[in-house]
């Protein structure tokens, strides 16, 4: 019995507190980062705190984990809120030009988070001040309990009481005991030496209760049996498993129960405690050894993720004129960050702490400086959002007045040339302005384009008109009724006629000249030349009623080419004959020559003819 008390003693003072040393190992384990969190983050955190505190199952573990948290996002949140001012000073300054005068007033989120925090401060130090006096009370329960035992004990060693009142008295007094809460550390040890030995007199000295002794030591002994089959089934279902905090809070219970147990048979009681002991140390030492290996994964992924932060650290002095740029260079820090955040697992708490403020301020700066990019950026949006409003004005202005000449048709095109020159206008904006452009345009071109509809339905009539016009002249020229005085004629009613669909222009203006040239060749009064002057006025006229006179540049190439020909042969003629005059019997050759400078000579003078007139049509 001596063995087990005072192991459980020295296991006392040991693990005064098991529950609170396993919970701050796991807050190593499960740190959770905070620094990337946002004020309305902060605040909801807080509520769930004091949430979490108002259970009914609460516990000083639980008051310790929320001072904790408490500890840790105070600076953050601190930080968050200096951002704020110094970038709402800054604002200030840039339209001011100074500091004089600036105040700054923070948010309800603010208010709340602060209202949060003293609320779970002030509730925590209730809840220990209350818990110090609640063991201040069981200490003085205690001592009373022992004194009254001890009066009993004493009573009974004398013969002085009633040994039935006396047991009734022992059991009540160890009932009050175990309802009893915990003392103050310093005290426990020595209360609970002496409630045992008080209890060992008590049933040492009490012979006749022997049997009833033996009773309840063999069920204390049931029931640390039990206990000790708890925590190792404990142990056998956790093989292989991280031990978590749940488990060893759990096999704390259990072991409080074991504490309150009384003796067992005292040839059991060893062994039991020993079994007991062996199953909750299996416990334990895995623990330990989890948490050994644990920092030294927390100690790998450190060094991962400082690799990681110097991947990042050059990013924060990027700067670009270019929105690919920005965004390739997005891409690329969101890359880091993701393998940041899958990088999963605890590291050095106050290291770990360090690093992740550093490279969360490192991203927060890329971001910071990626803000003021586009917000340049979107001043000289909507300074292309007030340029293509003033095109949607000018467009809508020729609408409303009715102006569809071309001149006003080709300032319509120039402004939508001009409007594909102007940049991109605020996202919001981008439909909307578009939307208006296209239908002020849209809404010119389709008046433009209905108009059109009853010019092209004339031009059809006209090309009617024309075809009726050519099948004429073509009948008179098949008939041999091909009288000068009816070219006038048709002549004059063709240009009478107005324009025809510009898909059949050419082909009616080569029918028509077709038909007048086959007229002119009907006429057996007129010479070759004659027919063929006036078939080159006829074209000539054609062309400057069309204004198309490539045709008659054309012409007047090979017009020109002959032309030069002929004045070489001339020129070679006339060498000849100098050279034929100083020849005896050259008479002959001579008048031929001569002949042929005749013939080259008017075909010159044709060409000449031709030449004028087509330079004249020109």
């Given at each position: 019995?001596?063995?087990?008390?005072q192991?459980i003693?020295?296991r006392?003072e040991l693990?005064?507190?098991?529950?609170?040393?396993?919970?701050?190992e796991?807050?190593?384990v499960?740190?959770?980062d905070?620094?990337?969190?946002?004020?309305?983050?902060?605040?909801?955190?807080?509520?769930?705190q004091?949430a979490?505190?108002?259970?009914e199952t609460v516990s000083?573990a639980?008051y310790?984990r929320?001072?904790?948290?408490?500890?840790?996002?105070?600076?953050?949140?601190?930080?968050?809120?200096?951002?704020?001012?110094?970038?709402?000073?800054q604002?200030?300054?840039q339209?001011?030009?100074s500091e004089e005068g600036?105040?700054?007033?923070y948010d309800?989120?603010?208010?709340?988070?602060d209202?949060?925090?003293?609320q779970?401060?002030d509730?925590?130090?209730?809840?220990f001040?209350?818990?110090e006096?609640?063991?201040d009370?069981?200490?003085?329960?205690?001592?009373e309990?022992?004194?009254?035992?001890?009066e009993l004990v004493?009573?009974?060693?004398n013969?002085?009481?009633?040994?039935k009142t006396?047991?009734n008295?022992?059991?009540?007094?160890?009932?009050?005991?175990?309802?009893?809460?915990?003392?103050?550390?310093?005290h426990?040890?020595?209360?609970?030496a002496?409630?045992?030995?008080?209890?060992?007199?008590?049933y040492?000295?009490?012979?006749?209760?022997?049997?009833l002794?033996?009773?309840?030591?063999k069920?204390?002994?049931?029931l640390?049996t039990?206990?000790c089959?708890?925590?190792?089934?404990?142990?056998t279902?956790?093989e292989?498993?991280?031990?978590?905090?749940?488990?060893i809070d759990e096999?704390?219970?259990?072991?409080?129960?074991?504490?309150h147990?009384?003796?067992?048979?005292?040839a059991?009681?060893e062994?039991?405690?020993?079994?007991f002991?062996?199953a909750?140390?299996?416990?334990?030492?895995?623990?330990?050894?989890?948490n050994e290996?644990l920092?030294k994964?927390?100690a790998?992924?450190?060094?991962e993720?400082?690799?990681?932060?110097?991947?990042?650290?050059?990013?924060t002095?990027?700067s670009?004129?270019s929105?690919?740029?920005?965004?390739?260079?997005?891409?690329?820090?969101?890359?880091?960050?993701?393998?940041?955040?899958n990088?999963?697992?605890?590291?050095?708490r106050e290291?770990?702490?360090?690093?992740?403020?550093?490279?969360?301020?490192a991203l927060?700066?890329?971001f910071?400086?990626?803000?003021?990019?586009f917000k340049q950026?979107?001043?000289?949006?909507?300074?292309?959002?007030?340029?293509k409003t003033?095109?949607?004005e000018q467009v809508e202005a020729i609408?409303e007045?009715g102006d569809?000449?071309?001149?006003?048709?080709?300032?319509v095109i120039?402004?939508?040339?001009q409007?594909?020159?102007?940049?991109?206008?605020?996202?919001?904006?981008?439909?909307?302005?578009?939307?208006?452009f296209?239908a002020?345009?849209?809404?010119?071109?389709n008046?433009?384009?209905?108009?059109n509809?009853?010019?092209?339905?004339e031009?059809?009539?006209?090309l009617?008109?024309?075809?009726?016009?050519?099948?004429?002249?073509?009948?008179?020229?098949?008939?041999?009724?091909a009288?000068l005085?009816?070219?006038n004629?048709?002549?004059?009613?063709?240009?009478?006629?107005?324009?025809?669909p510009?898909?059949?222009m050419?082909?009616?203006?080569?029918?028509?000249?077709?038909?007048?040239?086959?007229?002119?060749?009907?006429?057996?009064?007129?010479?070759?030349?004659?027919?063929?002057?006036?078939?080159l006025?006829?074209?000539?006229?054609?062309?400057?009623?069309?204004?198309t006179p490539?045709?008659l540049?054309?012409?007047e190439?090979?017009?020109r080419r002959?032309?030069?020909?002929l004045?070489?042969?001339?020129?070679?003629?006339?060498?000849?004959?100098e050279f034929?005059?100083?020849?005896?019997g050259a008479?002959?050759?001579?008048?031929?020559?001569?002949k042929?400078i005749q013939?080259?000579?008017?075909?010159l003078?044709?060409?000449?003819?031709?030449?004028?007139?087509?330079?004249?049509?020109?």
């Amino acid at each position: 019995m001596a063995s087990e008390e005072q192991e459980i003693t020295e296991r006392e003072e040991l693990n005064q507190e098991p529950a609170e040393t396993m919970e701050m190992e796991l807050e190593e384990v499960a740190h959770t980062d905070y620094s990337q969190f946002s004020k309305e983050d902060y605040a909801g955190l807080l509520e769930k705190q004091l949430a979490s505190l108002k259970a009914e199952t609460v516990s000083a573990a639980d008051y310790r984990r929320a001072d904790e948290v408490l500890k840790e996002v105070r600076p953050l949140f601190d930080q968050v809120k200096a951002s704020d001012r110094n970038a709402a000073l800054q604002k200030y300054v840039q339209e001011t030009g100074s500091e004089e005068g600036f105040e700054y007033k923070y948010d309800e989120t603010v208010s709340r988070f602060d209202a949060l925090y003293k609320q779970i401060k002030d509730q925590k130090n209730q809840y220990f001040q209350q818990l110090e006096k609640a063991k201040d009370n069981n200490f003085a329960v205690k001592t009373e309990l022992l004194r009254r035992l001890r009066e009993l004990v004493e009573a009974d060693e004398n013969n002085a009481g009633d040994p039935k009142t006396s047991w009734n008295g022992f059991k009540q007094i160890q009932d009050e005991w175990k309802a009893a809460g915990n003392v103050p550390s310093p005290h426990n040890a020595t209360l609970w030496a002496t409630y045992h030995a008080l209890v060992d007199r008590y049933y040492s000295n009490r012979n006749i209760y022997f049997e009833l002794k033996e009773l309840d030591r063999k069920k204390n002994q049931s029931l640390k049996t039990e206990l000790c089959e708890r925590v190792e089934a404990m142990v056998t279902a956790n093989e292989g498993k991280p031990v978590t905090k749940t488990v060893i809070d759990e096999a704390n219970s259990i072991f409080e129960e074991y504490k309150h147990v009384g003796p067992a048979p005292k040839a059991e009681q060893e062994v039991l405690w020993q079994r007991f002991k062996k199953a909750l140390d299996t416990l334990y030492d895995r623990r330990r050894e989890q948490n050994e290996e644990l920092k030294k994964e927390g100690a790998q992924l450190y060094e991962e993720k400082s690799k990681l932060y110097e991947e990042l650290v050059p990013y924060t002095s990027f700067s670009s004129s270019s929105i690919n740029d920005w965004n390739e260079k997005t891409r690329e820090v969101m890359a880091i960050q993701d393998r940041w955040n899958n990088l999963r697992g605890p590291m050095p708490r106050e290291e770990g702490k360090d690093l992740s403020k550093k490279f969360w301020a490192a991203l927060k700066q890329f971001f910071h400086h990626k803000g003021e990019f586009f917000k340049q950026l979107e001043g000289k949006r909507e300074q292309n959002l007030r340029l293509k409003t003033e095109l949607c004005e000018q467009v809508e202005a020729i609408l409303e007045s009715g102006d569809e000449s071309a001149d006003t048709t080709q300032k319509v095109i120039e402004l939508q040339r001009q409007w594909k020159t102007v940049g991109q206008v605020p996202e919001k904006f981008k439909d909307s302005i578009f939307e208006r452009f296209k239908a002020a345009c849209d809404a010119f071109f389709n008046k433009k384009r209905a108009r059109n509809q009853e010019v092209e339905k004339e031009f059809e009539d006209n090309l009617a008109r024309k075809v009726a016009l050519c099948e004429q002249i073509e009948g008179a020229a098949a008939g041999g009724n091909a009288d000068l005085a009816l070219l006038n004629d048709f002549k004059k009613e063709w240009a009478t006629i107005g324009y025809v669909p510009k898909k059949d222009m050419q082909s009616i203006q080569k029918r028509y000249i077709n038909a007048v040239n086959a007229f002119v060749g009907a006429n057996g009064k007129l010479s070759s030349r004659e027919k063929e002057r006036l078939t080159l006025e006829n074209e000539a006229e054609m062309a400057r009623e069309t204004g198309t006179p490539r045709d008659l540049y054309k012409k007047e190439g090979d017009i020109r080419r002959k032309m030069s020909s002929l004045e070489n042969d001339i020129a070679v003629y006339n060498n000849n004959i100098e050279f034929f005059g100083r020849s005896k019997g050259a008479d002959k050759l001579r008048a031929d020559i001569e002949k042929k400078i005749q013939i080259a000579q008017k075909q010159l003078s044709e060409l000449k003819h031709q030449l004028k007139v087509i330079r004249e049509a020109q």
